[in-house]
């Protein structure tokens, strides 16, 4: 999927799109986690769609419920929702900050190609 280190920098106009990519992989990852939380509220809750979206994006940016459950199995659902909205949170921010990351380190490692080359051809002169 990304360059090798023997491979050129990926121009600027392809890592964009390969940054956009990644940030929709990521807004689709948080619409489905948004949904999941959503409707495990309409059906363990029995609220309107509009409150439980509320509620699931209210839990999802880390604010908390804003209704919170009445029944034991909506409590369980949202305690085990909010365990998992932190993994989503961890790889969502992996997922955006994956070719970000490797874009750093693949710059790093032509750089120093470049001077392992000069190092060694005047050592050998």
């Known amino acids: 999927m990304y360059e090798s ?3 050129p920098l990926l121009p600027a106009r392809h890592f964009r799109r390969r940054m956009l990519k990644h940030i929709s992989y990521a807004c689709l990852l948080m619409l489905l986690t948004l949904f999941v939380g959503a409707a495990g509220y309409v059906i363990l809750e029995e609220v309107h769609w509009h409150d439980a979206f509320l509620n699931a994006a209210l839990i999802v ?9 009445k029944t034991a199995l909506g409590k369980l659902f949202f305690a085990a929702y909010g365990l998992v909205v ?18 750093l380190i693949h710059r790093f490692h032509l750089d120093d190609d470049g001077d392992d080359d000069s190092s060694s051809a005047s050592a050998n002169a």
């Open 61 to 69: 940016g880390g604010i908390g419920p804003y209704i919170f459950p």
């Open 5 to 7: 280190k023997d491979q």
């Open 86 to 103: 932190g993994l989503v949170f961890v790889t969502t921010l992996g997922i955006i900050l994956a070719p970000l990351a490797h874009r």
